[in-house]
Structure formats: C-alpha cells, structure tokens
C-alpha cells in the first residue's frame, strides 16, 4: 500500500545536534514529509515516534542515517549515475 511503499523507499537522516537540525529545516524527516505532505514542517518531529511505531507494528524497516553517510550514499549515486553512457 501508499504507506508501505513510502516507508520503505526514504530514510531519514538522524542529526544529533540543534545546528544540524535547524540547518535541514525539517528536511532531514523525509519519511513522515513523504507519509504526511500537507503537514508543516515543525510538526514532523512530533509525529516520528508514532510513525516509528507504526512500522513496528507491521514489520516495516524505518530507515534513517546520519548525516555523514547519507552523503556519501549521494555521492556515490551521483558518481554511478554520471558515468552512464547514453
């Protein structure tokens, strides 16, 4: 379903610090922006438990990095991507 699908196809990017956090704006909580994309941004946070939660309960992977290897993960897909001959 809608919801399975969404959870399983982003990953969030765990920041520990209130510089980091401020600096994505409320990006880095790409699960609960794809589930709920009407909701303002400063919510997101206070729905995370519940969506964790949620994944729990249905054996779903909630999928969430830090911020370090999120970028190489990017970096890496651009490197792959950019030496695709067409």
Known sequence: DLAAHQIISTRNIYL????????????????????FPR??????PLVRPI???FC???????LEEN?????????ENIETFALIKV
Do not use: S
């Open 67 to 75: 911020f370090i290897d999120i970028l190489k993960r990017n970096y």
């Open 16 to 35: 520990d610090t209130w510089f980091g956090n401020w600096a994505c704006g409320g990006l880095q909580y790409q699960v609960e922006l794809h589930l």
């Open 56 to 62: 729990k309960e249905h054996n779903l992977e909630y």
């Open 39 to 44: 909701m303002p941004i400063y919510n997101l």
């Open 51 to 53: 969506v964790q939660k």
